[in-house]
């Protein structure tokens, strides 16, 4: 994806600082400081930084961002294997919130001829779904993060703070020795957190390389999990049960 170089050169800045001022990357990009905080908004926007009183950070590991397209074919086995597994644990007249990941866009397909309400912030699932005469959509809108086809920002995790439902499918790039779940963008993390608090059963979706998998934000602790779908790669079974998960592996 093409971008402005001023914001190019932002997002380097922030890689070697971690941290830097509004009056700094004015002084440094030699502009005023109204056009470095469009600039802040337009990145913020994108899912890429988190601003905070006068400075900005990154939301996410610039150099591992890859698109839901790039990723739906590996491992594709294992995440149809996952997402069949997944499937039953719906029942008809479910609420069911299915956020954007490719192994979900996956269980997506799997639903379209259920009597159920789906949640999503994913628009790929959005148009799969939207065809579907027997379940009922419903949309979750905020800034648009092109490289995951969702959407995210306070717009979204205040529209998911409205809701409650039965059953949450969330994705996971990375998980934890100790338990953690992780993403590579912290905005997102934020949205899949709140979309856990909001279900009743709590449920992620990796596939085993997704195992101490590096990954830039954690959205969850074991605490907060009940269930975690994964194929007979995982290696962690009794550990991960000793934490409070239940593991189905297939």
């Known amino acids: 994806m093409g971008r402005n ?5 932002i997002l380097s800045l922030l890689q070697n600082f971690r941290q830097i001022t509004v009056a700094d990357l004015t002084e440094r990009l030699n502009v005023s400081q109204v056009t470095i905080r469009k600039d802040l908004t337009s990145l913020e926007e994108q899912g890429l930084i988190l601003r905070s009183h006068g400075s900005a950070r990154l939301a996410q590991a610039v150099n591992q961002i890859s698109t839901v397209s790039t990723r739906k074919d590996l491992y594709y086995d294992e995440k149809d294997r996952i997402t ?10 479910d609420s069911v919130c299915i956020d954007a990941s490719s192994t979900n866009l996956l ?11 789906v949640i999503t912030n994913s628009l790929e699932i959005m148009s ?3 065809r579907s005469r027997d379940l009922t959509l419903t949309t979750i809108g905020g800034n ?8 995210i920002g306070p717009l979204a995790e205040d529209a998911v703070n409205q809701l409650q439902y ?19 963008n912290t905005i997102e993390g934020k949205l899949k957190n709140a979309m856990l608090k909001a279900a009743k059963r709590k449920v992620i979706l990796a596939d085993s390389s997704k195992f101490e998998a590096r990954s ?35």
């Not at 069949?84 to 007249?93: C, F, H, N, P, R």
């Not at 269980?107 to 309400?117: E, F, N, W, Y």
């Not at 996971?172 to 590579?184: D, K, P, R, V």
């Open 107 to 117: 269980l997506a397909k799997k639903v379209t001829s259920m009597q159920i309400r």
């Open 166 to 184: 039965d059953i949450a499918f969330i994705g996971a790039t990375g998980i934890s020795a100790e338990g953690e779940f992780l993403t590579h």
């Open 5 to 9: 170089p001023r914001h190019e050169k």
């Open 144 to 151: 648009f993060r092109r490289e995951a086809g969702s959407f």
């Open 128 to 130: 799969n779904l939207s």
């Open 84 to 93: 069949s597994k997944a499937l039953e644990l719906i029942q008809e007249g």
């Open 216 to 250: 830039f934000s954690k959205f969850a602790n074991a605490d907060l999990i009940d269930i975690l779908i994964t194929d007979s790669g995982f290696t962690e079974i009794e550990l991960f049960r000793k934490l409070g998960i239940e593991v189905l592996t297939v």
